[in-house]
């Protein structure tokens, strides 16, 4: 038998891995910024597949969870009792000042002629949709999650998961019957938020750079950061932190968790679905706006995205008035998505859509008709 | 009464199992302990041993494209950047076993730390290239490099230190 270093043939597993390589190259790139298309289609029916072996999987981890608490339970069982006993004394008193709280807040909110408050306004908390995580973050790159409830249950894409606690993150993917769940703290994750006291704005920017602590807070996801604040001055440290429904991916109001400030200026946000394992999650429908590949536009002229993005800007500022000699005026964009669009107008041969415009946006003035 | 050694067979199958625990366990919402770092890429050991022991089999490579790709899959990744990985890893140890005509467990680990670091190396190219120019690499680091410390430990089910079986060496 040939030894790779002993002659000068490589040998097939070496080329067959070299092949392989390429091959899987190829397919990343292939797949680079792409949604939708076949990958995902593959994507979304393993995440299906996989789903189900990862709860079949974790069923006896899960069970053995329930015994062993059960089991340990027993052991203090008295003193839980009475312990149990005495914080519902407590609660007693905090549920009866709630009430009387909210009853006032109520009368104050009417007073006001206030929308009807939420778990983040828009939400559709009613049509909601449980299901259970049954897979977790699987590599180094990425955070997401894989729950239970896929298209057959009504999920969609752009909807919204959380827990008891706050906001989970967003879905990305949709299978039959799982769907990919984008976290908080992926370094894909950028939502705008607000103190909800202060009412400063921010971008919560997920990281994906520091690993959970695993001794001190063993469930804790990684602290996004507080990109773009407008007056951070006025943030306060231990302030609760909800969405603000800015940019319309979200609706406003969602807890998403605590303002914590790192010393070096900078702030970041403890997560407040992280505070316990994530295991259920609610699923609520919101889809705020359309992407903008969704929504066709109508040709409106020269594209924008010409070699030169001054002359592109150029040609927006010096936009020519409308006068008795322009053309038709630019069709007004679509309200809604079209599910057939128009046909675009075929620019002008002898003007190609990727050459650099320098003459200015108004229009050559036509020679008058002779008068006849 | 002695106890026999393992087998390599024995050895190569628990190294097997090892690696495809590797790929499933951080999917599985076990907690953080689980989490990949600080669980190791173990599938970086099988491309190195496998590398320096498999002359020219065709079966290690497509064990681990097989494995990278299901690495992709539960991870949510674009299919192909786990196998990419898991190869170059392969080709790398590839050439680490033919330059090392007799290699002892220093030079066997040198030569896994080269790897690894190697696989960060093509993982800062080819993770943007899939994940878009915002992707971390460092997580990926940190398990590689924990995977580095702990391969002393996992050696034996990957490969053996003597040079009998490994490639470019004359018996």
């Known amino acids: 038998m040939r030894r790779a270093g002993g002659g000068r043939r490589v040998p097939p597993g070496v080329l067959l891995a070299i092949v392989l390589v390429v091959g899987g190259l190829v397919l990343v790139g292939v797949q680079a910024g792409r949604d939708g ?22 069923q006896p981890a899960r069970a053995g969870e329930g015994f062993f608490a059960r089991l340990a339970g027993m052991w203090n069982a008295h003193a839980r009792v009475e312990e149990l006993e005495r914080e519902n004394q407590e609660m007693q008193a905090w549920r009866e000042l709630a009430e009387r709280l909210a009853e006032r807040n109520a009368r104050y909110e009417a007073l006001l002629r206030m929308p009807v408050d939420a778990f983040g306004e828009g939400a559709d908390i009613e049509n909601s949709i449980a299901a259970q995580l049954v897979l977790d973050s699987g590599g180094p790159f990425t955070r997401t999650l894989v729950a239970n409830a896929g298209d057959d249950h009504g999920v969609r894409v752009g909807y919204i998961a959380v827990n008891e606690n706050g906001l989970i993150g967003r879905v990305v993917s949709v299978g039959a019957r799982s769907s990919r769940i984008l976290m908080l703290d ?60 800015d940019g319309g991916l979200y609706p406003r ?55 030169s993005s001054v002359a592109a800007v150029g040609r927006e500022l010096t936009q020519a008035p409308p006068s008795a000699l322009t053309a038709a005026p630019p069709r007004p964009r679509p309200a809604t998505p079209t599910a057939a669009p128009a046909p675009r107008p075929q620019p002008p041969a002898e003007q190609p859509r990727a050459e650099p415009q320098p003459e200015p946006a108004q229009p050559e003035p036509q020679p008058a008709e002779p008068q006849e | 009464m002695a106890l026999r050694a393992p087998s390599r067979g024995v050895l190569r199958v628990w190294g097997l199992v090892l690696a495809v625990a590797s790929v499933i366990l951080p999917a599985l919402p076990l907690g953080p302990v689980f989490a990949q770092p600080p669980l190791p890429l173990a599938v970086l050991w099988a491309a190195y041993g496998w590398a320096a022991e498999d002359e020219t089999g065709w079966r290690a490579p497509v064990a681990l494209v097989m494995l990278g790709l299901l690495h992709d899959q539960l991870a949510g990744g674009p299919y192909g950047l786990f196998a990419v990985l898991y190869l170059s890893a392969y080709l790398v140890g590839r050439v680490a076993a033919v330059v090392m005509s007799a290699p002892n467990l220093v030079s066997l680990w040198g030569g896994f730390i080269v790897t690894t670091l190697i696989s960060i190396g093509i993982a800062y190219v080819v993770a943007p290239l899939g994940l878009g120019r915002n992707v971390s690499v460092m997580l990926y680091a940190q398990a590689a490099l924990i995977t580095a410390i702990l391969f002393p430990i996992v050696r034996p089910l990957y490969m053996s230190a003597g040079a009998a079986t490994r490639p470019g060496v004359r018996r």
């Not at chain 1, 076949?38 to 709860?55: K, L, S, Y």
Request: hydrophobic share 40%; glycine share 12%.
């Open chain 1, 186 to 245: 992926d370094y894909n994750s950028r939502i705008p938020v607000m103190g909800e006291a202060s009412r400063v704005r921010a971008v919560l920017a997920g990281q994906a750079t520091r690993p959970p602590d695993l001794y001190t807070s063993p469930f804790q996801m990684q602290s996004p950061r507080l990109d773009f604040i407008v007056g951070a001055q006025s943030l306060r440290e231990g302030e609760r932190v909800v969405t603000s429904g």
């Open chain 1, 37 to 58: 298309g076949p990958g995902e289609a593959v994507q979304q029916a393993g995440d299906g597949a996989a789903g189900a072996a990862g709860a079949a999987a974790t």
């Open chain 1, 253 to 307: 109001g969602i807890p998403v968790g605590v303002a914590r400030s790192s010393g070096d200026g900078q702030w970041r946000v403890a997560l407040a679905a992280s505070q316990r394992p994530i295991d259920f999650v609610r699923i609520l429908p919101f889809v705020g706006i359309e992407r903008p590949e969704a929504t066709q536009v109508e040709d409106e002229g020269p594209p924008l995205n010409t070699t």
